[in-house]
């Protein structure tokens, strides 16, 4: 899966998952369109056993996001506060812009 709608700074809704996560909003922090995943800022927390690799690096049990799949996270249009589907909207000029499929408004 490389095409993806989904970009850095967008807010997005989860879809599925445990009643921890779903239906709750955040910001894209990264993107990964190799594998098809997106890294939702405080959503999917998980925590990790780290070690500290150089003195003053925290070290112990640490939360961190973790990566979810793209397709299971919807984007939320700003204008219209709906989690909605993106178009795509070509000008003459050649300039491309991604709108909201519900109210039309570019995102």
Do not use: F, W
């Given at each position: 899966m490389?095409k993806?709608?989904?970009?850095?700074?967008?807010?997005?809704?989860?879809l599925?998952?445990?009643?921890a996560?779903?239906?709750?909003?955040?910001?894209?922090?990264?993107v990964?369109?190799?594998?098809?995943?997106?890294?939702?800022?405080?959503?999917?927390?998980?925590?990790?056993?780290?070690?500290?690799?150089?003195?003053?690096?925290?070290?112990?049990?640490?939360?961190?996001?973790?990566?979810i799949?793209?397709?299971?996270?919807?984007?939320?249009?700003?204008?219209?506060?709906?989690?909605?589907?993106?178009?795509h909207?070509?000008?003459?000029?050649?300039?491309k812009?991604?709108?909201c499929?519900?109210?039309?408004?570019?995102?």
């Amino acid at each position: 899966m490389n095409k993806m709608n989904i970009k850095v700074g967008d807010t997005v809704v989860i879809l599925t998952g445990g009643d921890a996560d779903r239906g709750k909003t955040g910001k894209v922090l990264e993107v990964s369109p190799k594998e098809g995943k997106v890294i939702v800022e405080g959503r999917n927390m998980v925590k990790k056993h780290v070690k500290p690799r150089k003195a003053g690096d925290p070290s112990g049990i640490i939360e961190a996001e973790s990566a979810i799949y793209a397709c299971k996270v919807q984007v939320v249009c700003p204008k219209c506060k709906q989690p909605t589907r993106i178009g795509h909207k070509l000008y003459e000029d050649g300039k491309k812009d991604r709108i909201c499929k519900k109210c039309g408004e570019t995102i």
